[in-house]
């Protein structure tokens, strides 16, 4: 297992404040640790308008924001070709049918071959079909990366 960090922090947060809602709230008790309220200070100038959460939704600015996104990244691991080399072929073929069905075939690909990141709430589903199909070996994914999840 590898770690891979394409981009550096400065770089990951300049091109989520390009492409994300962010944060202004001067109240919200959590802001200091909300990855939102600090792409506000990263949206370039030359943007004349800014996507904004909707201060006005009534659990906005509080403890449990559905908008709050940790200011930490998160290590999630890249590609899973590894996985099915110790694995039966018929046990292999039953679990790549059934991903390709849950994420669809290009999804399932972009995971498998390590083009996009596989989040926590992904790496769990896998965790879990691979227990449900009887396979009781640890998952090998080929490398990970720490990146900011929105």
Known sequence: MQTIIAKTKEEQIREMATKSAVCQSMSCPIREHRLRYMLKDYVPENFRIVTDVNLRKP??????????????????????????????????????????????RRRYYDYHCGRRPITPDVEQLICQALLNFGWQQEPIFDAYTEEYQL
């Open 59 to 104: 659990k906005m600015q509080h403890k449990d924001c559905p908008q709050f996104c940790p200011d930490e990244p998160i290590r999630m691991p890249l590609g899973f070709k590894q996985l099915f080399y110790d694995m039966p072929g018929h046990l292999e073929r039953d679990i790549k049918n059934y991903f390709i069905n849950l994420f669809s």
